[in-house]
């Protein structure tokens, strides 16, 4: 009666396990679409280089807004981007942070490079130089690209 008793139980939990889907293989879902995009971190020289005024801001409606803070440090002069979250953080998709350097290089780089959603505290740094960096931010949001920060920034010394 006993072992009759234990096996009836023992083929309950397993019969649950599998319901649970605690046997299947997980990482079939954990790995995002493959899409194609241009690579993160090289840098590249355009003809819009010369360009080091500021252009009009879009801003994000108050039920997408998110929030992202620039800065540029002064003992190595790298240029970090924080993503700090916001009302609409769940429909952000993706966050592109365009560096236009003194030198002339345009380096763009993605705060999640395609493999999952930003999360709150997520960082880039780009190096950046001495002089004066101009710092594009866009905002992927509901399928639109919104441009939401777009400065140069000057490394001060005191």
Do not use: W
Not at 5 to 20: E, F, H, P, R, Y
Not at 55 to 81: A, G, S
């Amino acid at each position: 009666m006993n072992s009759a008793l234990i096996s009836l139980l023992l083929a309950g939990l397993v019969l649950c396990a599998l319901c649970a889907g605690c046997t299947s293989p997980t990482d079939a879902f954990l790995k995002p679409a493959v899409t194609t995009s241009p690579p993160a971190t090289t840098p590249a020289a355009t003809t819009l280089a010369t360009t080091a005024t500021p252009e009009r801001l879009e801003t994000l409606p108050p039920e997408q807004f998110v929030d992202v803070q620039v800065t540029k440090e002064r003992p190595d002069y790298t240029l970090h981007l924080i993503y700090n979250g916001g009302k609409g953080e769940i429909n952000i998709q993706n966050v592109l942070m365009r560096a236009t350097l003194s030198d002339g290089t345009v380096v763009e780089q993605y705060l999640n490079n395609n493999e999952r959603h930003p999360r709150r505290g997520d960082e880039l740094i780009i190096q950046g130089t001495r002089g004066s960096d101009r710092v594009e931010v866009y905002v992927t949001s509901g399928g639109r690209s919104y441009k939401v920060f777009d400065e140069s920034l000057v490394t001060h010394t005191f």
